[in-house]
C-alpha cells in the first residue's frame, strides 16, 4: 500500500512564499512522475506542475516563471516552491505520483489528501 503525505499549506499574503512537500511512503519499486494539481473552489481540477524521474519539469500555464517543482529520489519526496503567490492561487493542492510498487506490478496512479493554500490579505 502506498500513501502521499502532503505538508506545508496555509496561510500568506499577495507576493509571499510557501514551500509545500509530498514524501510517499509505503511499498515502492520506483516513482517515475512526480508532481501537484489544485483545485479552486467551483472549479476544475488543474495542473500545477510534475517533474519526471530524469528531473524534467512540466508547468501549467499560470504558474509559469513563479513555482517551482523539484524531488528529492533517496526521500521519494517531491516539492513545489510557489513565490509571488496571488490571490487567485487559492486552493488546495494535490500531491500526485506515479507509482510502481514491485518489479512485476504495473504504474499506479496515486493521490494525496490535499494541503490548503489561501492567499489572502
Known amino acids: 500500500q502506498v500513501h502521499l503525505v502532503e505538508s506545508g499549506g496555509g496561510l500568506v499574503q499577495p507576493g509571499g512564499s510557501l514551500r509545500l512537500s509530498c514524501a510517499a511512503s509505503?511499498?515502492?519499486?520506483?516513482?517515475?512522475?512526480m508532481g501537484w494539481y489544485r483545485q479552486a473552489p467551483g472549479k476544475q481540477r488543474e495542473l500545477v506542475a510534475t517533474?519526471?524521474?530524469?528531473?524534467?519539469?512540466n508547468y501549467g500555464d499560470s504558474v509559469k516563471g513563479r513555482f517551482t517543482i523539484s524531488r528529492d529520489n533517496a526521500k521519494n519526496t517531491v516539492y513545489l516552491q510557489m513565490d509571488s503567490l496571488k490571490p487567485e492561487d487559492t486552493a488546495v493542492y494535490y500531491c500526485?505520483?506515479?507509482?510502481?510498487?514491485?518489479?512485476?506490478?504495473?504504474?499506479?496512479?496515486?493521490w494525496g489528501q490535499g494541503t490548503r493554500v489561501t492567499v489572502s490579505s
Open positions: 517533474i519526471d524521474s530524469d528531473f524534467s519539469p
Open positions: 500526485v505520483a506515479d507509482i510502481i510498487t514491485s518489479i512485476q506490478a504495473d504504474i499506479g496512479h496515486y
Open positions: 509505503g511499498i515502492i519499486f520506483s516513482i517515475n512522475a
